[in-house]
């Protein structure tokens, strides 16, 4: 989350995987937010493949 850019706060999405933050840009007025991915326990079977978002659980399979 960066500074207010026309009364918006700026927001950028990285690639980086959770802890890794060697991969991150250091930027002034920048804080890193961390959320938790609900699919790092791999919650899909039968190779499914998860996606975070979209239902109340946070992921669905597909």
């Given at each position: 989350?960066?500074?207010?850019?026309?009364?918006?706060?700026?927001?950028?999405?990285?690639?980086?995987?959770s802890g890794e933050t060697t991969a991150?840009?250091?930027?002034?007025?920048?804080?890193?937010?961390?959320?938790?991915?609900?699919?790092?326990?791999?919650?899909?079977?039968?190779?499914?493949?998860?996606?975070?978002?979209?239902?109340?659980?946070?992921?669905?399979?597909?």
């Amino acid at each position: 989350m960066g500074p207010l850019t026309e009364g918006m706060l700026t927001c950028e999405m990285s690639n980086a995987t959770s802890g890794e933050t060697t991969a991150l840009e250091n930027k002034t007025n920048y804080t890193y937010l961390e959320i938790e991915n609900p699919c790092s326990s791999s919650p899909c079977l039968n190779g499914k493949k998860c996606q975070a978002g979209f239902t109340s659980k946070g992921f669905r399979c597909q």
